[in-house]
């Protein structure tokens, strides 16, 4: 029996195309099966309490049996990969970077916490985010580097006041208070420890009452207050030796080496050395290993000083024992870790292994019984299609027709005369030949194109007889009316037997297109005239500007040489008053001409911006020194960037002015004692910028107008500004490829976030 399309016409049925798409979706869910799996066979409420519940458990844990902590954190990754519980992984990794910190290894504690943060951002979650970048503060407390702990215990600080979280908002206001001891920056010390005691509720709240006594006392010695510090640091020390699980070996060591220092400067060396040998009696020694290196040297240089060199001997080889012991501890302890670690990833991979091969398994065996169906349904599918073929040729000719595209197909002789072979009407019409006359010989290439034409066409039919690739070309025509046309061709070379060549393709008359492309250079001409004409306005006005303000400004320096002689005292003070304000209004003046051609220059399309490779941190340390300078002010900017700076291939004049005025902004608004906080750091291809000050904010109205030209904020009245700063600022960080964005609060604070290539 003979198969026709009409024979499948049930393919048209809307059922059947109903069950096609139930069946391909069940073949999809398939091929999904594994994912779709985790996400319905997810933990249940009660299960994620538990996993939770761990977790807090192996956190507790996690300082006082660290051991004990580790195999219920791997057994929290364990369970949690299971469930595919994101939350518990986050979790699970936080708790990693705990342990691996304790063990001293810190490029996995950096791996861990980067695993941890991009978890907590996926699912949004804050309070993990924040204790995250709590312990991220922590790593560089282990590593000695308090001045970076301020970022990570800054963000979040922040985090924990915005959910509300008190008694974590404590935590870390304390650990702010006690990095910002280490520049040291009193108001910032003094101002977080406020805010940490405010919290309190009672004597044994976290941060402990050792570690805030010592705090006082660091804070009371810098100030020179000496009595009150000595008094501190002793309440500091009664506490911990009467509470030993609450040891804390920073505050510990630090108030033991403090009030020995201070007995030492009263010449009370007894009471000093007794204070250092109580210290070195504690098991926290092996916790911080440059604290204790300095009580061993300044116990050994008070035994000398006292001329008691057999105890100074002794207490030379107990500091030699003790550094053996700490590296026999850290090698020991970091073994034990990486191998527990290492044993539980062996293990994760080969249940991995072993999970991908059945599922492959089960996969294949369901495809198999699906490969002959889907077979069956395509072979039919391209019969049904067969007969539609025909509909979409016709399709395709009305396409032509309506776009206005001729094919054609034309023999070119050796003499030069054209065969119409075969030619749609669009072409007929353009050619304004009449299609009796298709096959007539009389028709020749001179008297459709000019001999420049000519040449080009056969340098055409040169280079594509031999290959079977298609030509695009443009002509210009001239049809038997006279009338002219432009044409574009894209047609293949076909060499023939009969001494001719053959040319297949189609022809589209573009004639329209280039009238408009005329037009729009025109237009194109006439801005380019109308925007020098605008640089040159600009040019002669402030040209004209500057004329007449150099001659007031000479006359009134004139008259400044001139008032001392007067005699009378109140005509002086006048003059003297007159000369100061006509002085500030000529150099405003100057500043808003110099504003408006700057913004004009980056305006300007043709603006260059010449880049080179160079190192931001000390480009940023001269920078702000400068600006410092400029604005005669004292304010603390605290510049956080790595210690090995970051490269940036970009132009230092206007990352100059960018941060010029940006900075200048934030010490011309700072209407408080912070510092200025200066953060730069780069991830992958970009480099992010972080400028935040604690000054008068920007009013929320006024947020959506910030960046525009001449437009300032309601609450600046009185200090001097045109409006064009941002703006300026605005545009050169486009011209960077960058984006800036901004975030503030009245009375509060404002901070400035800038993202720009590392290299453009």
């Known amino acids: 029996m003979k198969l026709l399309s009409e024979n499948f016409s049930f393919l048209k049925n809307p059922f059947a195309i109903l069950l096609f798409g139930l069946f391909f979706s069940f073949f999809i869910v398939l091929l999904n099966y594994d994912r779709i799996e985790k996400q319905v066979g997810g ?74 943060k991009e978890i ?33 215990y800054r963000r979040a600080y922040e985090i ?79 506490y911990y030796y009467s509470n030993k699980a609450q040891e804390s070996f920073v505050a510990f060591f630090e108030s033991t080496l403090f009030l020995a220092k201070m007995y030492e400067a009263d010449g009370k060396l007894d009471e000093a050395i007794n204070i250092l040998k109580q210290g070195l009696s504690s098991e926290a020694i092996f916790l911080s290993e440059s604290l204790t290196r300095q009580i061993y040297i300044d116990l050994i240089n008070l035994y000398e000083t006292r001329g008691d060199f057999t105890n100074s001997s002794k207490i030379f080889w107990e500091k030699e024992r003790f550094e053996a012991e700490l590296e026999r501890r850290k090698v020991e302890q970091s073994k034990n870790f990486s191998a527990e670690l290492t044993l539980y990833k062996g293990f994760q991979l080969e249940n991995e292994q072993l999970n991908s091969r059945l599922s492959t398994v089960m996969l294949l065996s369901i495809l198999g019984g699906v490969f002959t169906f889907f077979i069956l349904i395509l072979f039919l599918r391209v ?88 030509f695009k070309e443009e002509f210009d025509i001239t049809n038997l009316d006279g009338d002219r046309s432009i044409v574009r061709v894209i047609a293949r070379v076909i060499p023939d037997k009969k001494g001719q060549v053959i040319l297949k393709g189609i022809l589209l008359d573009i004639t329209s297109e280039y009238q408009v492309l005329e037009q729009t250079r025109e237009n194109l001409d006439k801005e380019k005239n109308l925007k020098e004409l605008r640089e040159q306005l600009m040019h002669m006005t402030s040209h004209e500007f500057r004329t007449p303000l150099s001659n007031i400004s000479s006359s ?78 004292d304010t603390n900017v605290l ?38 906080e200066f953060e730069v750091n780069s991830a992958g291809n970009l480099v992010h910028f972080r400028l935040k000050d604690y000054g008068i904010g920007i009013p929320e109205k006024d947020m959506e107008k910030l960046f525009t030209p001449f437009k300032r904020a309601s609450n600046v009245t009185g200090r001097p500004g045109t409006g064009l700063g941002l703006s300026i600022v605005k545009r050169m960080i486009t011209k960077l490829g960058g984006e800036i964005m901004v975030s503030s609060k009245e009375g509060e604070f404002s901070e400035f976030s800038i993202t720009l290539p590392k290299s453009k």
């Open 383 to 470: 019969i049904y299609l067969n007969r539609k073929n025909k509909e979409l040729k016709i399709l395709v000719d009305k396409s032509f027709q309506i776009a206005q595209i001729g094919t054609f197909e034309v023999g070119i002789k050796s003499d030069g005369k054209i065969e119409l072979l075969e030619i749609s009407d669009i072409i007929f019409k353009l050619l304004a030949v009449k299609p009796s006359q298709g096959g007539s010989s009389n028709l020749s290439l001179e008297s459709l194109i000019d001999k420049s034409q000519q040449e080009k066409l056969q340098g055409i039919i040169l280079t594509y007889s031999s290959s079977n690739d298609f």
């Open 639 to 676: 510049l956080m960037i790595p210690d090995e700076g970051v490269i940036i291939d970009s132009d230092k004049d206007l990352l100059h002015h960018i941060f010029t005025n940006l900075l200048g902004n934030s010490i011309k608004y700072l209407d408080k004692k912070l510092p200025v």
């Open 160 to 238: 924990y006041s915005q959910l509300n979280k008190y008694d974590r908002v404590r935590v870390a206001a304390f650990n702010l208070a006690f990095s910002y001891s280490a520049i040291p920056n009193l108001d910032s010390s003094r101002y977080f420890l406020e805010i940490a005691e405010q919290l309190k509720t009672k004597k044994e709240d976290v941060p402990g009452f050792g570690v805030t006594q010592g705090l006082r006392g660091k804070i009371a010695y810098l100030e020179g207050d000496y009595t009150q510090a000595k008094q501190y640091f002793q309440e500091s020390l009664d």
């Open 120 to 152: 907590y951002l996926d699912l949004g979650d804050d309070s993990g985010l924040a204790d995250i970048e709590n312990t991220n503060g922590s790593l560089y407390i282990y590593m000695g580097d308090t001045v970076k702990a301020i970022g990570p």
């Open 556 to 633: 009134i320096e004139l008259i400044s040489l001139l008032y001392s002689r007067i005699s009378q005292e109140d005509l002086q003070f006048r003059f003297k008053t007159i000369v100061q304000n006509a002085r500030g209004n000529i150099t405003r003046l100057v500043g808003m001409l110099d504003d408006l051609l700057l913004y004009e220059r980056v305006q300007s399309d043709e603006y260059e911006v010449k880049s080179e490779p160079f190192n931001l941190k000390p480009y940023l340390e001269d920078l702000i020194a400068e600006v410092k300078e400029s604005k005669n002010s």
């Open 43 to 116: 933990p249940s409420e009660k299960e994620m309490k538990q996993l939770d519940s761990l977790s807090i458990k192996a956190r507790d844990l996690s300082r006082i049996d660290p051991q004990k902590s580790l195999a219920l954190t791997l057994e929290l990754l364990a369970k949690s990969q299971e469930y595919d519980y994101q939350k518990g992984l986050g979790n699970s990794y936080r708790l990693l970077a705990l342990a691996s910190v304790q063990a001293r290894n810190f490029v996995l504690t950096k791996d861990y916490i980067q695993k941890a």
